[in-house]
């Protein structure tokens, strides 16, 4: 993909596992996040100049929609992703699941399970607009954990966390990582 005058060259990478890719800032990393996580050709202008293949689909073949059960990106500004529609923490966990049409008591746990991971059970009942950076950031991470996705993008997720924050988050992950196929890139 040409992201002004620059080339991307993305090769194998095992899956599951944990993989960062690091650049200069302007070198197109948060632009390869959001290819891989669905926005090209919707939300992501330009071309695509070669092929690649991710979780076995060619990138730019799904639109988001159909991408989201499976690929889920928490980008640096938490609030941009908040849906805006939630009156609580659990309601704003609960609005990926909802809208996938699973069952209540299916839903109950997903939000329970990524409440627990990012450390945010005792916001549940907080409304989303009362929150710190980092209590947001950490609600979008929960969010999108409750999607159980196969792979989570994190570009630059842990921005507004505390060192102590993103330890946890890193340690739990990975956790959750072991002997699935969960896997997490961060950029």
């Not at 948060?30 to 669905?38: D, E, K, P, V």
């Not at 746990?109 to 980092?134: K, M, Y």
Request: aromatic letters at 4%; glycine letters at 10%.
């Amino acid at each position: 993909m040409r992201h002004a005058h620059r080339h991307v060259l993305i090769s194998t990478i095992q899956h599951p596992g944990i993989v960062a890719i690091v650049g200069d800032n302007g070198s197109g990393k948060s632009t390869l996040a959001q290819l891989m996580a669905g926005w090209y050709p919707d939300y992501l202008p330009g071309d695509i100049d070669g092929t690649g293949l991710l979780l076995g689909v060619p990138i730019g073949q799904l639109p988001l929609v159909e991408q989201s059960p499976t690929i889920q990106l928490v980008q640096q500004s938490p609030y941009l992703q908040l849906s805006g529609c939630t009156f609580s923490v659990e309601e704003e966990v609960a609005f990926g699941p909802e809208n996938l049409g699973l069952h209540e008591a299916e839903i109950l746990r997903r939000i329970d399970e990524a409440l627990t991971l990012t450390n945010c059970q005792s916001l549940r009942h907080r409304h989303p607009g009362t929150l710190s950076g980092g209590e947001t950031q950490r609600v979008v991470i929960a969010s999108a954990l409750a999607m159980q996705p196969r792979l989570l993008i994190l570009d630059e997720a842990f921005s507004r966390l505390t060192s102590a924050a993103t330890g946890m988050l890193l340690e739990r992950l990975q956790q959750v990582g072991a002997g699935t196929s969960f896997s997490h890139c961060a950029f």
